[in-house]
């Protein structure tokens, strides 16, 4: 007997014994004596042998075997399937078939083995690994032949011949040549029905995104799944596979090339579930939890932790927090399926930090893919059928939406897809579902994912006189499945435009710790000695030092923010423990009550009222329950929702431009058509200088004789003149009060000069916009006295006054 022989019998004992003595960790007896009693039992149904062991077993047992399975794998598994078979044979001789193939999978800890795609090197060949990732091609299952029969008519003599490849663990491979003739030449005749196959299938396994460095491409790794694992797995699941890592020699084609292609020929596949990624928590971090969650600031705190390095957008940061925290899902029994995950889609002018609120959402979710417009497609986006350039057979590969099930899809630039790429989203954004049938694959994948979008509109600035559906181009149907649509516009406002250049400058200035300057333009971040003393003892810290100019100035109560570990492990929490909240039947009597008020309103609205609509308000309340930590919905949850709904659908300019006076709307219509610059007033409600058409109100097209209208500055005078005409009995009467209030007429004078400055730069103005005149000019004067200056002009008829903006109605 040779060495192999003596080897291959000394590893088959001691398997037999390993499996005699039922060795475990776990207390009891008859461990794997159960297993295998299971896989009896189950044999007539599933026809398939598979023995998990666990490889900590195998090193309690004997060190030295569990060393020459990691090393050897293929020495040692076929005298291992061997020892199993002969187990189950004794215990039910009569169970398995002559052909039945008997396996042993390998489980647990590997150790140094476990790899991803990107950390798979030469030194790994002929080693069992684990590898981690994400399934993003998979070919169709086809049978691979074991062993032929043949048979010769010459002698009436039956012969086989087997075959073995690279996936073979016994005996070197065979050629692949199949015989016609015996060798006396006699014409040989296969028996298809005596052969025996096994499934074959080809797996694509990438690494996972949260893993890949940024920057770079992900790496890939093909899979061979064999006989019972065939299936295991489909686009878009995220799989531990346990495998041997073998190379595959070239194809000789008169060359000789020395790189090989290699792959893993797969022992086990356990799929991860959705949790696996997510942070470990500390008894330290559930106190800090549960205190932050009591707090009475609490959606505030959060949404200035989202971005802090941009500035405002408190509405919109509180929206994407809901969004990351998601709704409840449900599967009702008739097999409806509800989503929970929420949708968003921001719209508006160019510069306006959309891109970096995408990109703050990719920085917390767990699991989160980007994509532009312009550089996806449809099938780039949900799935596609390509060709296998080996074998030449079509297998199905994954999208973006498909890889990011469970998670978030950023789309920038939604504007610039086409017609036909977007409509490949609509079943994805409600079902949550992408049905494929092509090329004779008909399938369905899984896609529960959020979709965050920002756009441009198709003017390149928004054009405050059209609605959104104008301003982006995309149909009702597409808009009607985000929840959430936010108008962001590049407002003229004196006042915040400075304290947007104060916050960017002060980012500019910012020197993290232990920065001296003298880094040679390198920007890496350095944390100071306290967060890393933190780090060292596994305690997340929960706030991050306040620097006025990383975050701009504090404002008085502001806390510091939230640090963005701690930001990630909360918003994990409140999915994973309280991802089910109940609806109280205050709760859904508040959202009934509303959602009847919004479908009998009157008013302009940014989007139309449906029944998704219903949805969006269940999403939203859920989600703001999950945000506190509470297993219920209550009613103050879906009051904050509704101020938040409110805040959407009132935040289409077209609409605020339909709720001015007619009267100014009609003396728009009557504008001299044959005049320099008489656009019409659609065009000019960019915030641009305004014309003198639309300045001249109430002027009849038809007489060119008629007196020329009155400018602001006159109109404005005139007004003061009514101000100085004498006043009644009643006036006189007046409490005490107001008179101490009332302004000098120097003061008085400055405010209606503002009033005509700010005029010229917009049709609509704020009463912010004036006070940062004044502030220019050195008056300084309260709101209140402000305000009382644009009532009297109001009066007098000089502008149309709407709580703190007004427009120029002269």
């Not at 090329?439 to 899984?446: E, P």
């Not at 938040?644 to 009557?670: H, W």
Request: aromatic letters at 6%; hydrophobic letters at 35%; proline letters at 5%.
């Amino acid at each position: 007997m040779d060495e192999q022989s003596e080897l291959r019998l000394e590893l088959k004992r001691d398997f037999t014994e390993f499996l005699d003595q039922d060795f475990g960790r776990e207390t009891g007896s008859g461990r794997y004596v159960k297993r295998v009693d299971d896989i009896i039992k189950a044999y007539p149904q599933t026809n398939r042998v598979r023995l998990e062991v666990d490889l900590q077993d195998l090193s309690d047992y004997n060190e030295e075997l569990h060393r020459r399975v990691l090393s050897s794998p293929s020495t040692c598994l076929p005298p291992f399937e061997e020892a199993l078979e002969e187990f189950i044979r004794n215990r039910s001789p009569k169970l398995l078939e002559e052909t039945q193939r008997v396996h042993v999978a390998l489980t647990g800890e590997f150790g140094p083995n476990t790899v991803s795609p990107r950390n798979l090197t030469s030194e790994y060949l002929s080693k069992l690994v684990s590898l981690q990732g994400i399934v993003t091609r998979c070919t169709l299952v086809r049978p691979k032949i074991v062993k032929s029969v043949h048979w010769c008519p010459a002698t009436g003599q039956f012969s086989s011949r087997e075959y073995r490849d690279v996936t073979s663990n016994s005996g070197v491979p065979t050629t692949t040549a199949y015989p016609t003739k015996d060798e006396t030449d006699n014409l040989l005749i296969t028996q298809y029905g005596l052969s025996t196959y096994i499934d074959h299938q080809t797996v694509t396994i990438q690494e996972l995104p949260e893993t890949a460095p940024p920057g770079q491409l992900p790496r890939s790794v093909e899979v061979i799944l064999e006989d019972d694992l065939r299936d295991a797995c489909k686009p878009g699941d995220r799989v531990a596979i346990a495998g041997i890592y073998k190379p595959i020699a070239p194809r000789a084609n008169g060359a000789i090339n020395g790189v090989f292609r290699a792959v893993v020929v797969a022992n086990g596949v356990r799929k991860l579930s959705r949790d696996a990624q997510d942070p470990v928590f500390t008894e330290e971090d559930y106190d800090n939890i549960t205190e932050l969650a009591g707090e009475g600031d609490l959606m505030d705190q959060l949404g200035q932790s989202l971005a802090p390095s941009i500035h405002g957008y408190a509405t919109i940061k509180k929206a994407l927090v809901l969004l990351l925290a998601g709704g409840r899902e449900r599967d009702l029994v008739n097999g409806t399926h509800l989503r929970g995950d929420i949708n968003c889609l921001m719209v508006g002018d160019p510069g306006v930090a959309k891109s970096q609120l995408l990109r703050a959402v990719m920085n917390i979710a767990p699991l989160c893919i980007s994509t532009t417009g312009r550089g996806s497609s449809g099938v780039g986006l949900t799935a596609a059928v390509t060709m296998d350039q080996d074998t030449g057979e079509r297998r199905l590969e994954a999208g973006a939406m498909v890889l990011a099930d469970r998670g978030v899809v950023c789309i920038d630039e939604f504007d610039k897809m086409n017609d036909g790429d977007r409509v490949a989203i609509h079943e994805v954004m409600e079902q949550q579902t992408v049905t494929i049938a092509k090329a004779g694959i008909l399938t369905s994948l899984n896609a529960r994912c959020s979709v965050v979008a920002a756009a441009n509109p198709i003017y390149g600035h928004y054009d405050r006189t059209i609605s959104i559906t104008r301003n982006i181009g995309l149909p009702d149907s597409l808009l009607s499945r985000f929840d959430l649509l936010f108008v962001v516009l590049d407002n003229n406002d004196a006042a915040r435009d400075r304290e947007i250049a104060d916050h960017v400058l002060g980012q500019h200035r910012y020197r993290a710790p232990g920065d001296d300057g003298k880094n040679g333009g390198d920007d890496r971040y350095v944390e100071n000695l306290e967060e890393d003393e933190e780090r060292e003892r596994g305690v997340t810290p929960v706030y991050v030092k306040y620097d006025a100019r990383l975050y701009g100035p504090r404002r008085p109560g502001q806390k510091e923010p939230l640090s963005l570990p701690f930001l990630k492990k909360y918003i994990a929490f409140a999915k994973q423990r309280f991802a089910a909240p109940e609806l109280t039947p205050e709760a859904s009597d508040a959202i009934a009550e509303y959602y009847a008020d919004l479908r009998n309103s009157q008013e302009v609205k940014a989007l139309p009222v449906t029944v998704r609509t219903l949805e969006t308000l269940i999403r939203l309340s859920c989600a703001h329950a999950k945000v506190r930590l509470s297993a219920a919905v209550e009613r103050s949850d879906v009051e904050e929702v509704q101020t938040l709904v409110d805040f959407i659908l009132k935040s289409d300019p077209s609409a605020e431009y339909t709720r001015r006076p007619s009267s100014k709307r009609e003396g728009g219509a009557k504008r001299d058509r044959g005049a320099e610059g008489s656009e019409s007033e659609d065009d000019g409600g960019d915030g641009g200088a305004p014309s003198a058409g639309r300045r001249a109100r109430g002027a009849a097209a038809a007489d060119a004789d008629a007196a020329a209208p009155m400018e602001t500055d006159d109109a404005v005078a005139a007004a003061a003149e009514a101000a100085d005409e004498p006043i009644s009995d009643a006036e006189e009467e007046a409490p005490a009060a107001a008179e101490q209030g009332s302004l000098t007429e120097d003061a008085a004078a400055a405010v209606r000069r503002a009033v005509t400055e700010v005029g010229q730069h917009g049709d609509a103005c704020s009463l912010t916009g004036v006070k940062a005149v004044l502030a220019a000019q050195g008056v300084h004067l309260s709101s209140d006295e402000i305000l009382s200056v644009l009532s009297d002009l109001h009066a007098a008829e000089v502008i149309m006054l709407d709580g703190t903006e007004f427009y120029l109605s002269v």
